[in-house]
C-alpha cells in the first residue's frame, strides 16, 4: 500500500525567511497531493493541494511541486510570518481513494 | 455556520470501559471520517463512509465501531478501551470521497 515519508519533521526559520517541507510517496498510482495546516488545539484545513497533471501550483506566498518520476512533492512557503507557525502535513490519495498522511512538520518562525 | 462538531472534547476511561464518540456536519457532505492522531505519526484513518448507508475499514480499525446515523452523523464506538486507544480522535468530512476534508476540533481521550 502506499506510504508517505515527511522531512523535516521540526523546521525553524527566521521571519521573512523561506521554509521547504518534503514529502515522498511510494505508491505510483496516486495521483492528489494535499498539504494541510494544523494550528495547536485544532483540525487540520487544507492549504493547497496538486493532482498528478500539474507540476507546480502557487497561492500567494505558498507553492506545491511535484516530481512524479521521483515520487516527491513539496511545499515551498516564501516570506514567512510568525501566523505560519503551525503543524504541516503531507497526504497521498492510495488506491482506495483515501489519504495516507506524512509524520507532520512542526514549522517554527523565529521573530 | 458550525461545520463539523465532535463530542465530547475530552475524555478519560478506564480500560475495559466502552464509549460513543460523535461527530455531526451542517455542509451537507457525502462522506464522513475517523482518523486518530499520535505524536509522530500523522493522522490514520479508523473508518470511513463514502455516503450515507455505507462504512469501510481504514489503516487502524481493530477495536472500534461505526454507526452512520444519518447523512448528518457518524459516530465512533469503542467497546472495551485499551491504553493504545489513548489518542486525539478527529472527525472530517468531505463533498466526494475525493475531495477536500473539514476537520472537527478533536476529542482527546486517555485510557487508563
Known amino acids: 500500500g502506499e506510504n508517505v515519508e515527511q522531512h523535516p519533521s521540526t523546521l525553524s526559520v527566521q521571519e521573512g525567511d523561506s521554509a521547504v517541507i518534503k514529502c515522498t510517496y511510494s505508491d505510483s498510482a496516486s495521483n492528489y497531493f494535499p498539504w494541510y495546516k494544523q494550528e495547536l488545539g485544532k483540525g487540520p484545513q487544507l492549504i493547497i493541494d496538486?493532482?498528478?497533471n500539474v507540476g507546480e501550483k502557487k497561492d500567494q506566498r505558498i507553492a506545491v511541486t511535484l516530481n512524479k518520476t521521483a515520487k516527491h512533492f513539496s511545499l515551498h512557503i516564501t516570506e514567512t510570518q510568525p501566523e505560519d507557525s503551525a503543524v504541516y502535513f503531507c497526504a497521498a490519495q492510495g488506491s482506495n481513494y483515501q489519504l495516507i498522511w506524512g509524520a507532520g512538520t512542526k514549522l517554527i518562525i523565529k521573530p | 455556520n458550525a461545520g463539523v462538531t465532535q463530542t465530547p472534547k475530552f475524555q478519560v476511561l478506564k480500560t475495559g470501559q466502552s464509549m460513543t464518540l460523535q461527530c455531526a456536519q451542517d455542509m451537507n457532505h457525502n462522506s464522513m471520517y475517523w482518523y486518530r492522531q499520535d505524536p509522530g505519526m500523522g493522522l490514520r484513518l479508523i473508518y470511513y463512509?463514502?455516503?450515507?448507508?455505507?462504512?469501510d475499514k481504514g489503516e487502524v480499525p481493530n477495536g472500534y465501531n461505526v454507526s452512520r446515523l444519518n447523512k448528518r452523523e457518524f459516530s465512533l464506538r469503542l467497546e472495551s478501551a485499551a491504553p493504545s486507544q489513548t489518542s486525539v480522535y478527529f472527525c472530517?468530512?468531505?463533498?466526494?470521497?475525493?475531495?477536500?476534508?473539514?476537520f472537527g476540533e478533536g476529542s482527546r481521550l486517555t485510557v487508563l
Open positions: 496538486i493532482r498528478s
Open positions: 463512509s463514502a455516503s450515507e448507508g455505507t462504512t
Open positions: 472530517a468530512s468531505s463533498e466526494l470521497n475525493t475531495g477536500e476534508l473539514f
